[in-house]
């Protein structure tokens, strides 16, 4: 005997369809269901829409100059865009407690903190910059005036965000050049001392001068020994050297052999401004050069140093502003939100389907 088991009977497709004529046929048979609720639901929308309280919107616009501080290293090494850098600050909690302070947002949002009135101020404001354009502060409150006193508040922040970093940056700028040539200073009065103690010391004020004075002083004796050894042997022709003046010059031209010797060994004198010994010239000389040199190099150090600090100065006078403001908000006269005119006419698309769908519903029940 064969059990025969008997499968659940297959389904037709164009049972699980949607018959829209079928569809109209209810709806049109439960029209005064179908205006009942979508009037209900559209009244009720439109409830809804009158009861959010209107925004108005006030629109502030800065135009970036790019960066101003080109001896800045970071300069070098900043990728973003003046617009970027004007919106991060803007966006920043220094900014945003000066605009609270200025407008006193804590009044004006009943915050309980200022932490409360930051966050109510972040969603109330906007920043939209484009590659190359206008940076926009948009502020949106049910009041036109205080919108309009956020916007022109956040402008006013952002400036003395800015004068207050450039007054920090130049006293940074004014401390590092003002310990660089105090040093420095330091630096070339001991080199002017040890020159002053080298001159002392060795007698060597002007090397050049000296030692031509030097020379020229030796050179003079040499002649004079020359002139009286041609006298002497002139004389000897004629004289024999038990002759009195045949000893007086061989007694002056001895006196001026010493006298070479001696200016050749130890100089011409004592004390400043004395010639040199012809042995001591080159090493004296050498060590008033090194000494010299050492003071002209902090000479010019600290002149450099004066000359850039001055530059400084007056490049932080003449610094001119990362921004310019091009509209300075304005009281609008009109609603920015919410549109409801838009909202109307989507409310009424919802009501008719919510009206179809519930006299759909009932035709089937």
Same mark, same amino acid.
């Given at each position: ?64 100059? @790019?960066?101003?501080? &080109? ?13 970027? /850098? ?27 903190? %200022?932490?409360?009135? $930051? ?20 502020? $949106?409150? *049910? ?18 965000? %800015? ?5 920090? !940056?130049? !006293?940074?700028?004014? %401390? ?26 060795? @007698? =060597? ?15 003079? &004796?040499? #002649? ?5 050894? &041609?006298?002497?042997?002139? *004389? $000897? ?38 010639? #040199? ?12 050069? %090194? ?24 490049? !932080?006078?003449?610094?001119? #502003?990362?921004?310019?403001? =091009? ?5 609008? !006269? ?14 009424? =698309?919802?009501?008719?389907? /919510? @009206?179809?769908?519930? #006299? ?6």
């Amino acid at each position: 005997m064969t059990d025969t088991t008997l499968g659940p009977a297959p389904s037709n497709p164009a049972d699980d369809s949607i018959d829209l004529f079928d569809v109209a046929v209810r709806i049109l048979t439960q029209w005064r269901t179908f205006l009942i609720v979508s009037f209900l639901f559209f009244v009720l929308c439109v409830v809804i829409i009158y009861s959010i309280t209107p925004l108005f919107e006030a629109t502030a616009s800065i135009l970036p100059q @790019g960066k101003d501080d &080109v001896s800045s290293l970071s300069t070098f090494f900043n990728t973003h865009s003046p617009g970027d /850098v004007l919106i991060g600050l803007l966006s920043s909690r220094s900014v945003a407690d000066d605009v609270i302070d200025r407008v006193d947002l804590i009044h004006v949002f009943k915050a309980k903190s %200022r932490e409360a009135a $930051r966050r109510s101020l972040e969603g109330a404001s906007v920043f939209s910059s484009g590659k190359g354009t206008l940076v926009e502060i948009k502020v $949106r409150h *049910d009041n036109s005036d205080t919108a309009q006193r956020i916007a022109n508040a956040y402008i006013d922040a952002l400036q003395d965000q %800015r004068e207050g970093m450039l007054s920090h !940056e130049a !006293e940074m700028h004014d %401390r590092f050049y003002e310990q660089q040539l105090s040093k420095e200073a330091d630096a070339l009065a001991a080199a002017e001392q040890d020159l002053k103690k080298t001159q002392e010391s060795s @007698g =060597v004020v002007q090397p050049e001068a000296q030692t031509n004075i030097g020379l020229n002083a030796i050179g003079n &004796v040499r #002649a004079q020994i020359s002139a009286l050894q &041609v006298q002497l042997a002139s *004389d $000897r022709l004629g004289e024999t050297d038990q002759n009195s003046h045949i000893k007086t010059l061989e007694s002056q031209i001895a006196q001026l052999q010493a006298q070479e010797h001696a200016m050749e060994s130890a100089g011409t004198g004592a004390g400043t401004g004395a010639a #040199a010994s012809a042995k001591q010239m080159p090493e004296l000389n050498l060590e008033y050069a %090194r000494k010299s040199r050492e003071v002209k190099y902090h000479e010019a150090l600290f002149t450099s140093i004066s000359n850039q600090y001055e530059a400084a100065r007056l490049s !932080e006078g003449y610094s001119g #502003a990362s921004f310019v403001v =091009v509209d300075r908000a304005v009281a609008p !006269e009109m609603k920015a939100w919410p549109p409801r005119t838009i909202m109307l006419l989507l409310s009424m =698309v919802f009501s008719c389907l /919510v @009206g179809c769908l519930r #006299a759909s519903f009932r035709r089937s029940r």
